[in-house]
């Protein structure tokens, strides 16, 4: 049978990377939480755990920055940048966010 089922076609969404500029998506909440944050998406209704302050610091701030990487070096350690970095690259792909 045809006609059960109907799909709507989304574009592709953006592939992480840091020499991208991202920003925390306009449908996404941040509430701070004695561990860090948590983000709730109000389009596909996925609440996401920041479990650190400097990841929210860092989520909250993508926008001031022309790329992630530039984010990352102005907020986090060398030596953290890499967990950090993959951090993102998770949280692009829950929507929490988005590339400008």
């Known amino acids: 049978m045809r006609g059960l089922l109907s799909v709507t076609h989304t574009p592709p969404r953006v592939a992480f990377s840091l020499d991208r500029r991202w920003q925390l998506n306009a449908q996404v909440a941040l509430?701070?939480?004695?561990?860090?944050?948590?983000?709730?998406?109000y389009g596909n209704r996925r609440l996401v755990f920041l479990k650190s302050r400097r990841l929210v610091e860092?989520?909250?701030?993508l926008g001031d920055y022309e790329t992630a990487a530039g984010a990352l070096e102005a907020l986090v350690p060398t030596e953290e940048r890499a967990a950090y970095g993959r951090a993102l690259a998770r949280l692009a792909t829950s929507e929490v966010i988005d590339a400008r």
């Open 58 to 61: 860092l989520v909250a701030s």
């Open 31 to 41: 509430r701070d939480e004695s561990f860090g944050a948590l983000a709730y998406h």
